[in-house]
């Protein structure tokens, strides 16, 4: 085992992959076997070869190009967050009666796409769904960044950034603690315990893998000195450390102290394992409590249109559903700009995350039509009003056009997934996927902008407009997004090198598969 | 200066900053005898090196030294309290309180009684709350007959012009070849002493003075002497606003102009034709008054008048009545002669010689039903006919009130005009327009007014008044005129002098000066025109405002020097003089010459697309004099609520028609709010009488149609940062025929053009619960019948089958269909009502609340600025308004309702404020605990613990939460249309690109690359309230400082007995900003818990109920429903009970004929989108009165 030289490649597939194509084995025609999850013959080392390669080779060029775009635009959104707090929230266009309008609804949408990391790393874990090996590791990394740029929001959108301090439960020689009545404090705990457990998970299940990094690094650095697994570690060592080039020594050094001193030994084996499934256990009510205390944001309003019991499930479906659409919207790029990773991720693996899509979807579908029919149920004309007034009715809603995206991105296209070939079809689920993202932020723009623009008292409707702040700010946290996302590519293991080897056919005798 | 020696700061002299260069500091008299002379002296060769830049202030940019500097040394400001009387006045006055403290407690205000003179005569009794000798708020003088009390929106802004940074600050001299010079007073009294006493030679010809029409006896009384002095000179009495009909009308049928005051208290059928009655004019604070004294009912056994209004544009007469009719201003001519004709037909007057004529918008059957009613209540009926009517038209209607025995009963007095008010101001100065062009004039004098500004477009005054050798100008704020003037003086304000005023019954009150000049030396108008008076005579005084008032009140009362000691003081201290002093006059009308005149003279023809009516209005006072003071330019409207600015208005119909409506989205036609973030309206060419000028177009649902209406007052060039540029100046096309015209057509422009308005949407979308509204027929049913118990949990406790008790108009609305709120959680205010019920949080008194009486409010927005000004409000600038970051605690919803926007049913207002609800829906979402519940049931808000997140905002079901998206208040304001707020070099960058767009939101720049508000415009704040900074909440607090301070003086009193006691506070110890000012009593504030308080029998009536209280907020504040008395000859508006809910109102509400125009073609109405319902599903709910029912379960 030793690292990728300087301009070496990972090991090449013996039978080239063609984008688009059934020739790359993927799909089973045998309906009572499912595909494999990793192709090509691939042997264990090439596997790691893979998943390490990129760390340890050149980056291509499309990735470069990216992260040359995405750094400029997270460039751009920091300027727009430094403009607002030097000037202050006026710089967006929210007025008095609309008091929360894209801040809020960024906030959620990336809250929303944090949830299918926790997902497919907690319950699926623990309903023992092996596919999800190879997209757990990198849907965990999106959800720690997806958090990063919720947390952003919430914390930039007050009017004294200076003071959000007060929003932790601190003792203080006022004796003012926080109001604990209110949702906004419970969003507070609920972000942040579940950006604390995730980011655990998420360094957790990458030790070991960051351990063979470094381990290889140091290998190739001492390219033909063989030695023996048991002492990794080389700082500190007592094996004399051959004079390496600076950024090799900075790559041992950090992954070295990453990897916690990670042996590879059974015991550390055995207790990654139990601490994984605790983990697990932990994350799963997680998945269910963040969505759901979000929407408690609204629920516990009295405003219509907020003021609704069926939103702790509607959000935490619809989370999902933008989630693994995001996850898809990233992973079908990715095959074509890190071709070496096809063979790990695979339309199987597609497949099964659009048949989630078309669940969830689905779900989202029948809580806005709940939501609909119990504003006409209640007669209460304000809530019904602002059902069929502000939102559907194009005759009378300005926001209508709105609404009709969401219904259509949510609600309609997903259905397509109803149909074998387009769910095998990597560019029309990349399409639908970013139809859906695109649905799940206007779902959270009609749930907030659309009931509270024209609520009670028609003397107070007001129209709300993003300025160009509005719009930068929100482009930029999706630079952010995808400069961390491209960073993490690069540096850390994409996939879970060792459940990946589970799967793989090598590891059973039998074949039951 | 001899008399003026009890302040320390008036002994330094004003000190000019360096780079300031002077004319003749040194007191020129030693040195010059003429300006030849002065030419040769070495101040004047350096003068000329250091030319004065134009329009440069001394004021301006100043640090907080060199504005000490300028107002000496010992100044006291906020913090530098050592000497805290120095700015105050140095003649003694009086404060108004009988217990007089020994010295000012710091912290404590002195209130002290003044008077203000209205524009175009008659006057305010006012208090003026002083902290430290400085004025920060203006109120009512209680003991003023007139307005007892209360104030006007003008009066109230008043006191922001005294702290305007804008202000003339000192004497420029304008040298025709040098430009414009610095001076100082004493080089004005060299010259004048040098050029004025020529004219005693030729007997004053050649001189002229152009003054504004304020009735101020000792100003007329020096201007008899000036008369004296100099006969031959030219006076124009100037009101570029100026309504003929009184002072015309009055002449034709009583021989003689006069005032005219209406006794509404005595009156039970009222009917209004035109506009502004109770909004501007000397009598128009004791009109609204009584106007809504004679309406407001708390039980089924109390009377109301019947109101009928028949005018051009919604106004808050209009708004008040029961029937409105809208009529073209040629029409109401029209309307006034059938009328006319319909009533004197049944007195044996001499109706018969009146024409049968048409009149476009009313049917004769109404009329004639009017007529009926108006006559079986002669002798308590009266007609009240505005000032803007021709005189033709006006006289008629004082011929129909003689005829309706309304003069005889006293309900219609006259009083005589002085005839410097009654003169025609348009003749006069085309008169001395036409001398100036021959010439004629070598010296011109305006005072207090601004000519080359607001003189009508097609006299060109402006290049006249330059043909005049010299010019001198007196005035407080900046103006065009000062700025072309030989000579521009600055004035004191009526807050820092010495003057007079009158009613029109002849009372008198003094202005006494709340504060020194803040730019001293400056001189009020009597103390310049006495100093013209010794022009020519080295050796005069100094003239001595304070000596010329005595002397003249002394004159005018015939009082010898002893007598006048006592009741000056008495005076000062009450702020008024003495009884009235002009006797009503008792002429008989000759009406037979003026019918037979307009029997000849014959209808007017209804206007048409292509010859449009016209009526120039003013809003508040305001003919550009108010340009620069930000409280009144953001102050919406009445009606169309735009702020900062004067669209041409149109109604929805005819805009349509002249294809000029705003932007407008597909959805909403006659809503153009919803296309663009900042609401545009369409640019158009008005011709009129020849003359073209470009102004948007905006639709004011309620107008009459082919008639716009065009505000005065804007588009001011020379007014300060502030006024500069806001709007379109109206003067173009202003004729001299008056305020109403005809035979204006209108094109299309190219552009488009923004508009701000506080409130976007016209209807109330039948939401009929938010106004409640009910024919006095069926309230008197219903109240009779008293509280319905109905099966309702909402305020009751668990059990099913709790019971609660529903006034009349609390069955009007949702908590009489809500289906039982079963819940597992027991709300811990539960045990309250609204009306703090005994042994729940809320049983000890005082608990505070407030009930708004909706019969009563007649939209003026006096609250609003009565609260700008209580409780440092900011003033956030057009683009902001735009943007609805409006920051006015109180607001006035105003709703359009009916089926065609055109042709709206009724219009009502309603006054919003945070209504401190028990059960608070901001509380519970605050993550921080920044707004907590007081004690006393008010919601309150800790600024300091505020971190802005917005939440309490969006929880509030009525939106009054206001945010400081901004750093508003403590950063200088500058109208949000001028670009110069940084420094000079970001200010040029921003010249070419932010500067072209008019509506440029400095805000946008961060605050620290802004300058700080200036020391001046601080002076403004009230000091117990705190200034908000940026992103903090804030809202309505019940003006808590007021609260507080009034437990403190209860408490100081004594007459708690325990030690802890905090209550008890007797209703009427304090009001509340908004109360205070309220000219009809609308607002009532106090303690809900003391039985005998106003606020909590209001609550006891019937007609109250609380906005959206089905939400279980349970509001503090409530409103009264409002309650119609209509004719039902003409229309009703409950045909069937209201209450009751048993269907069968498929005929719909309206009944009776309702106008020609109410039934236009469906094609016409455009109500689909915007009317009153939200689908035809919800209609039938919505027809039946009430709104929130499960129809599925039952």
Redesign the interface.
Known sequence: MHGLQPGEQPVARSTPLIPGTSDDGTLSEDTGKRAPCVLGDRSFEDVTNIVCGYAEAKMPKPWLAALTITSSIAALGTGMILYLIITGVGVWGLNNQVDWAWDITNFVFWIGIGHAGTLISAILCLLKQNWRTAVNRSAEAMTIFAVVCAGIFPGIHVGRVWFAWFLAPIPNSNGIWPNFRSPLLWDVFAVSTYATVSLLFWYMGMIPDVATLRDRAYMRLTKGVSRPMAIPMPIGNDIIVPQLPKPDQIRVLIYGIMSLGWRFSSRHWHRYEKAYLILAGISTPLVLSVHSIVSFDFATSIIPGWHTTIFPPYFVAGAVFGGFAMVLWLMIPLRLILPNFSDLLTKRHLENMAKILLLTGTMVGFAYGMEFFIAWYSGNEFEFSVFANNRVNPAKAPYWWAYWTMIFCNVATPQLFWFRKMRQNPLVIWIVASFVTVGMWFERFVIIVTSIHRAFLPGEWHMFFPTWVDILTFVGSCGIFMTLFLLFLKFLPVFALAELKVVMPQSHTHDDH | MSTLDQCPSTHNKIDIPEDAPELGTVSGRKYWRSMEEYSATPEFKELLEREFPVDASIMDDTSRRSFIKVMGASMALAGAATIPGCRRPDRKILPYASNVPEHVIPGRPLFFATAMALPSGGMEGLLVETHAGRPTKIEGNPLHPNNQGKTSAYAQSSILDLYDPDRLKYPVFNNSTRGKLAATWDDFDVWANEQLPKFDATQGAGLAFVVDKQSSPTRDRLFMQIQQRWPQAAFVAWDPAENRGQADGSKSVLGQPSWTRYNLSKASRILSIGEGQIDQGPEAMRLARELAASRKLLSHTDEMSRLYAVESKPSSIGVMADHRFRVAPSQLHNFTIALAKAVLLKTAGSGHLLPDVDVAGVSSTEIQAIANDLFEHRSHAVVLPSDSLNADTWALCQVINDALKATDEGLVEFFPMSPQVASNSSHSLARLNNFLNQGKIDTLICLGTNPVYDAPGFIDFAANFAKAKNTITLSVGASETASASTWSLNGAHYLESWNSAQSIDGQMAITQPMIAPLYDPARSEVEFLAGLLTAGDDHADKPDGYKIVQDSIRDIMGLGSAEIGKIWKNALHNGVVASPTIQSTKKPLNPERLIRGIATRGAKPAPAQSHLDVQFYTDRYNVGQSANNGWLQELPEFGTSVVWDNPLLLSPNTAKSLGVLPLH?S??EFNP??K??MPQAQLVNITLNGRTMIMPAWILPGMADNTVAIKLGYGRTNAGRVGNQVGFNSFDVKTITGMLTAGATITKAKDTYTIAST???W???G?DT?VRAMDKNWFDKHAEAGIKAVPDQIYGAFSPDATSYLNTAEQLGELAHTPPNISAYENPQTGSKAGAAAGSAFSKNPQWGMSIDMNACTGCATCTVACQSENNIPVVGKS?VA????MAWI?I???FTGDDLNNPEEIFN?P?ACVHCENA?CE??????ATTHGKEGTNDIAYN???????C???C???V???????YAPVKFNGGLDPNYTSKAVADKFEDTVGQDRTANQ??????LRKKLDEISKMKFNPDVTVR?????EKCTYCIQRVNSARQDVKIQGIWSEKDQVGPIPDGFFEVACQQACPTDAIAFGDILDPNSRVSKERDSHRTYAL?GY?N?KPRTTHMMRVRNPNPAIHVFDAHDPLDHSGGHDDGKKSGSHGSDSHEPAADTHGE?HSAV??DS?KQ??DQGY??????IS
């Not at chain 2, 613990?945 to 939440?951: A, D, F, K, N, P």
């Not at chain 2, 900074?1029 to 909440?1033: A, E, F, L, P």
């Open positions: 989205t959805q909403d709010y919803t663009a973030q409130q976007n949407h209807s109330m979308e939401r938010i902001e943007k609805g970051r409006e607001r919803d105003r709703y309603q919003l829906p519970t979402v605050c993550p921080v605990n613990r505020c971190i802005g997140t917005r939440y905002a969006n929880n079901p009525y939106k939460r206001r945010f400081n998206f901004f750093d805000n946008l720049i961060p605050p620290r900074s940026r992103g903090v909440i959206l939400l907020t989108s939200f689908t919800v709910y919505l709104s929130l029912s499960l129809k599925v």
